[in-house]
């Protein structure tokens, strides 16, 4: 099991940034893959970034050069940094967590509001 933790949604104007954060419950080395994912009114959820515990990232092509995913090992958080905000990245921002084996099992966090403003 995993739980996860978000934190660090809120109001920004366009161009602006935000970082939201995700605890686990556990080391995150121990979770094969984690990540980002976000849902905007009246869409399904999109993958914005992954980090695996390998080190290995992986973006939306509307957020790469954008948004950073990185990891804090000690604290057992993962990040997203959000720079240069637009209003479509408008959504509900959800952590997730992936275990391969024996099986794939995803945790999801209970996701974060972030409203990018005009």
């Known amino acids: 099991q995993v739980q996860l933790v978000e934190s660090g949604g809120g109001l920004v104007q366009a161009g602006g940034s935000l970082k939201l954060s995700c605890a686990a419950s556990r080391s995150i080395f121990s979770i094969n893959i984690m990540g980002w994912y976000r849902q905007a009114p009246g869409s399904g959820r999109e993958l914005v970034a992954t980090?695996?515990?390998?080190?290995?990232?992986n973006y939306a092509d509307s957020v790469k050069g954008r948004f950073t995913i990185s990891r804090d090992n000690a604290k057992n958080t993962i990040y997203l940094q959000m720079n240069s905000l637009k209003p479509e990245d408008t959504a509900v921002y959800y952590c997730?967590?992936?275990?391969?084996?024996?099986?794939?099992?995803?945790?999801w966090g209970q996701g974060t509001q972030v409203t990018v403003s005009a």
């Open positions: 980090l695996t515990s390998g080190g290995n990232t």
């Open positions: 997730n967590g992936g275990l391969f084996w024996p099986r794939r099992v995803d945790f």
